[in-house]
């Protein structure tokens, strides 16, 4: 798993990375709350693991702003604080598990490989939504205010894409390579074309246009209107 590592306890951390890293995990070790939380939503992370008292931002700030942008990156909180109510709140805030300090290493790995069956289960909501916009992965259905759209498979494909990916920007290219990977005859022009088109559906049903152009870097998830 890419893991990203945020505690600022150095005498934690130092032997916590070593250890992940000889179970074969990939680690980003952070010390700060704000750059934990804009890694996240700059990476592909598959864990992270956060303590609650951290400096620039702390767990529980860190997990809800990561929710509130839609990712669905598993997080396991690392904490002294055992408290049943602080469990909860860390739990209701969007956090998948809790793990109260002093813990052994052996009952970090159980924890991290029950999430790891968690994921590997589908983890990923059914329904993703942004403004009007409501799509439904497993039916291949979009909804714009509550009226079915057509769209060809490419283009709910680039909608599911950016749903899934809040906040990340992503090139033509790198969409090319997601997409298209197995035609050889597409290039960026037809990324465009089918970005084109898929916005202009999106207007046309009534919908704020979701994407964002970024010029000469590519494309990102606006933020979703209130």
């Known amino acids: 798993m890419r893991i990203l590592l945020a505690e600022d306890d150095g005498r934690l951390a130092e032997p916590l990375v070593d250890y992940l890293q000889r179970e074969q995990h990939g680690v980003l070790w952070l010390a700060d709350g704000r750059q934990a939380l804009d890694a996240l939503l700059d990476g592909d992370y598959d864990l992270a693991l956060l303590d609650w008292m951290l400096p620039g931002l702390d767990g529980l700030s860190v997990v809800s702003e990561l929710r509130r942008h839609g990712r669905n990156t598993l997080v396991l909180m690392l904490t002294a604080r055992d408290d049943l109510g602080d469990v909860v709140q860390g739990l209701q805030s969007g956090a998948d598990d809790y793990l109260v300090k002093p813990f052994r290493m052996a009952e970090l790995s159980a924890r991290i490989r029950s999430?790891?069956?968690?994921?590997?289960?589908?983890?990923?909501?059914?329904?993703?939504?942004?403004?009007?916009?409501?799509?439904?992965?497993?039916?291949?259905?979009?909804?714009?205010?509550?009226?079915?759209?057509?769209?060809?498979?490419?283009?709910?494909?680039?909608?599911?894409?950016?749903?899934?990916?809040?906040?990340?920007?992503?090139?033509?290219?790198?969409?090319?390579?997601?997409?298209?990977?197995?035609?050889?005859?597409?290039?960026?022009?037809?990324?465009?074309?089918?970005?084109?088109?898929?916005?202009?559906?999106?207007?046309?049903?009534?919908?704020?246009?979701?994407?964002?152009?970024?010029?000469?870097?590519?494309?990102?998830?606006?933020?979703?209107?209130?």
């Open 115 to 226: 999430l790891e069956r968690r994921s590997a289960r589908g983890y990923q909501p059914t329904q993703l939504h942004w403004g009007a916009i409501q799509l439904d992965p497993l039916q291949a259905r979009v909804l714009v205010q509550g009226v079915e759209l057509a769209l060809t498979s490419k283009e709910l494909q680039l909608l599911e894409w950016f749903l899934r990916h809040p906040a990340r920007l992503i090139s033509r290219s790198h969409l090319l390579d997601h997409l298209w990977s197995l035609d050889k005859d597409a290039g960026e022009n037809t990324v465009k074309t089918h970005l084109n088109n898929l916005r202009r559906k999106l207007k046309a049903a009534g919908s704020d246009d979701p994407i964002e152009t970024l010029h000469g870097m590519g494309y990102r998830l606006r933020e979703a209107p209130a």
